[in-house]
């Protein structure tokens, strides 16, 4: 993944560097893989053949390093769901704000750049 200023791209190395890490997070959208995710985390992760860094980042849920590793948002968005959290919420993580302020950030037209 190439950072410029505040800004993700996921370009073709972050997405084979974040493969499986999208891919056990994308299973969650079935309601029995979530269920099994939710009885024991380690193991699903290690199911999905996760390394060290992405397991970790998957059970402290640090979405930043998730980034960094190479996921995507739209996946991540996945597990963010299985702990109740909305886009809004991940928004405001990404951008150091509450997802109330994130939400009325968007609200009010999104941010400016100048």
Known sequence: MTKAQDNYLLDLS?????????RMC?????EGNRRRFSED????????HLNAEQKKAILERDWTVMLDLG???????????VDKRSVQYLGGVFTGM???EFTAAMV???????
């Open 14 to 22: 972050a997405s084979r560097r974040g493969y499986a890490i999208n």
């Open 108 to 114: 009010s037209g999104g941010r400016k750049f100048g």
């Open 98 to 100: 509450s997802a109330e």
């Open 41 to 48: 985390e380690a193991a699903y992760c290690e199911a999905y």
């Open 26 to 30: 994308g299973s969650l959208a079935d």
């Open 71 to 81: 996921a995507s948002i739209f996946y991540t968005l996945k597990l963010a769901v």
